[in-house]
């Protein structure tokens, strides 16, 4: 008897549009001998199958075992179809994306594969130096999309229709550019022109491209500002010291590191020492900025990276840097087009009035980018891939929700003040967005209001609540006051520092019942549920909850913000705390720290802290790295930017002898409740120290030393007292790897479980989705 036939529907969830997910099915079902269709709708993917169980059988497991490189199956449901459908034997199509409620991801923008490289780099290609070719295996996606269904007409590309050879290549489903929405060619696509600093064509040689003159400019010297894929980038000759120094003068970046980008990882490895994790993220899909260890700084400008152990590194990731990159033996400046601290110009108009002044030429191109995206950031620590900027590559593809939250009410978390990120919470997962800066930029904060609204529309979602930080200021804060007012959501404030827990928790997949663990957050400052300034905080916390119990003892922020631009407030004011301005004098009044203070408004500063005038007690972490950090002379009158008194006495740290006896004590006071970490005996055999001339870098790496041991013995200790065998690490100090590996190593030979970020960042970045799956517990 001839085997019967069934009909079935196969519902794939995940990332499974603009990936060449539908040519895959197409293939392996024509391969199995099935009839059916298939279709993109809001849902992701629809299969309708007729053949025999045993081949549909066969065809599933195929189907996840050759998934395509960019897609992501998170759920595949078989059914019965409710009606049966009409299929010739052996016919199977790829039909009209349906439209419906949108419960599928977006992919992220993805690097240039291997055979469009070579297509472009091919003078018998058709596609010989064309600057936006790609497939289904790469090229933009996030940066160019407007709204779900992942289609042609709903992307920048609808400007673009394709001529003949590329409608060709798109409807052949035996071809890589099949539904390859950005498909295009010279003949039909976006072009690329270059300009002068006034905004007038430049001139092009006739044996070159404007490609190749940009190129040929950059090794004249001068600054070019480049249109990516998800911004715009300034580039200069990274061994072009007066270059380099132009573009930071120009930029007003004064020692922040710049990204650098190199044509392969031979070229990289003159510079830094690349181990095979660091390899296979540079030559990833995302392609982000990787952190890697500098062992030949002094090969490129000193300007470079100032006061730095690490450059990053990036390799091209879209044909045009390919192409630009090709004749290049040493690296590119590729820093974000803007003024330093506003967002990165996306738009051509935008980019000639914002980079006047900066960018003496403009390669520029007429494809829209719809989304801006910032380029990725990640270092190896502690033998993981750490993400510390979430954005092109990445975003916005949804992380799977652990266990217990597969029935969670959409959430719409809005992140914090800086790095901010904004989160959607829906079906069980989040769709974290990228990166898009400090909202204290008002450019930027309306960059984020503009992305609140597209993520809204663009995943078709319907919040029934908003998550804040407690933070009263907060711009974001604010706006999510508002939003709900309006629209008569529920509004839920969560403290910063819980957030940073329960993201991590997430990021680690911690199913939502699994019971508490004591979270160590360790960042710059967030708002306590006191009222005053936390950062150096140990709590016992789930998703629904959490108990402040420990924290580092408080010292005070002389003048507010201006301590944590100037370090040396900071130090003054934790050695009036911590040891007392008296004892210092008498003790240590010899050393070179305390002829400092001569002119430095002492009486002033004693006033405000004894009266609490603008001196806000704070538990900070941050602000302790940047007493100590004051304390050493580094970056003691003023920073530059965010965390670079702790990033460059980290540096100092790793110039010690690896000898290192141990480190500075710091004790504990269980008297109080909740208990306090007492940074005092640390000042006074860091003082001594000083006193005996000790080198610097000792000094700095006793310190990491010494707090690393603290931290790891009190949660050990709070661990042991509240029986729980977890220990999550959250915040923005814990990017500095030397603490960050120190403490992770301690608390796993103390037998505890170790819980910290890989796929969002430890910093600010990551507490959106904290904010969210807090949000969502309390209806769970």
Known sequence: MPVPLICESIRVRGLVQGVGFRPTVWRLARDCGLSGDVRNDGAGVLIRLLGQAAVIDDFVARLIRECPPLARIDALERSVPGEAFESAPG???????????????????????????????????????????????????????????YDRANTSMAAFPMCPACESEY?????????????????????????????????????????????????????????GIGGFHLACDACNADAVASLRQRKRRYRKPFALMARDLEAIERYCSIDESERALLGSSAAPVVLLRAVHQSRLAAEVAPGQSTLGFMLPYSPLHHLLLENWDTPL???????????????????????????????????????????????????????????????????????????????????GELKNTLCLLKDGQAIASQ??????????????ERTVDLYRQLFQHRPGAVAVDLHPDYRSTRYGQALAAREGLELIMV???????????????????????????????????????????????????????????????????????EPWRNTYAHLATHVGWDRFVQEFGGIELAEYWHGKPLELLGTMIARAINAPQ??????????????????????????????????????????????????????????????????????????QGVPLPTIAARFHAGLADAVVGLAGRLAASHQVDSVALSGGVLQNKT??????????????????????????????????????????
């Open 171 to 227: 409807a052949d489903p035996a071809d890589r550019r099949f539904h390859a929405q950005p498909n295009a060619c010279a003949v039909c696509g976006p072009r690329v022109w270059l300009e002068d600093a006034h905004g007038a064509p430049a001139r092009v040689d006739a044996a070159e491209d404007a490609i190749a003159t940009a190129s040929r400019l950059l090794r004249q010297g001068r600054v070019v500002a480049i249109k």
């Open 435 to 448: 990166h898009l800066g400090d909202l204290e930029d008002a450019c930027t904060a309306d960059d984020f």
């Open 739 to 780: 603490l960050f590996q120190a403490v992770a190593r301690g608390l796993r030979e103390s037998g505890l479980h170790v819980l910290s970020h890989s796929r969002v960042p430890t910093n600010d970045g990551g507490l959106s989705l904290g904010q969210a799956v807090v949000a969502a517990a309390r209806g769970l």
């Open 618 to 691: 704070s538990s900070s972490c941050g602000r302790l790295f940047d007493a100590v950090a004051g304390a050493l002379g580094v970056c003691r009158e003023t920073i530059a930017y965010e965390g670079q008194a702790a990033i460059e006495l980290e540096v100092l740290a790793l110039s010690a002898d690896t000898t290192l006896e141990q480190g500075y004590p710091f004790a504990v006071d269980t008297q109080v409740d909740p208990w306090i970490l007492d940074p005092a005996p640390m000042w006074q055999a860091l003082l001594t120290d000083l006193q």
């Open 333 to 415: 400046v590729m820093t974000s087009g803007n003024l330093s601290e506003e967002p990165q110009c996306t738009a051509n108009e935008d980019a000639g009035r914002r980079l006047a002044g900066i960018a003496d030429h403009y390669l520029l191109h007429d494809r829209e980018i719809v989304n801006r995206v910032d380029d990725s950031v990640v270092r190896v620590m502690d033998d993981r891939p750490r993400v510390l900027r979430r954005a092109r590559g990445y975003a916005p593809s949804p992380l799977v929700l652990p266990a217990g939250f597969e029935r969670a009410a959409p959430v719409l978390a809005l992140g």
């Open 495 to 565: 403290q910063h520092h819980f957030a940073h827990i329960a993201s991590v928790l997430a990021d680690c997949g911690r199913a939502l019942d699994a019971g508490p663990v004591i979270g160590v957050a360790l960042d710059g400052l967030g708002f306590g549920a006191d009222g005053t300034i936390w950062g150096g905080e140990f709590l016992l916390a789930d998703y629904r909850g959490y108990r402040r119990v420990a924290h580092l003892a408080p010292a005070p922020m002389p003048g507010g913000t201006k301590a944590i631009l």
């Open 91 to 149: 016919g199977f199509s790829i039909v009209a994306s349906d439209g419906g409620d949108v419960h599928t991801g977006v992919v992220a923008d993805a690097a240039t594969c291997a055979a469009c490289r070579e297509e472009v780099l091919d003078p018998t290609n058709r596609r010989y130096r064309y600057p936006f070719t790609n497939c289904t295996h790469c090229g933009p996606r996030l940066s160019i999309v407007h709204r779900i269904p």
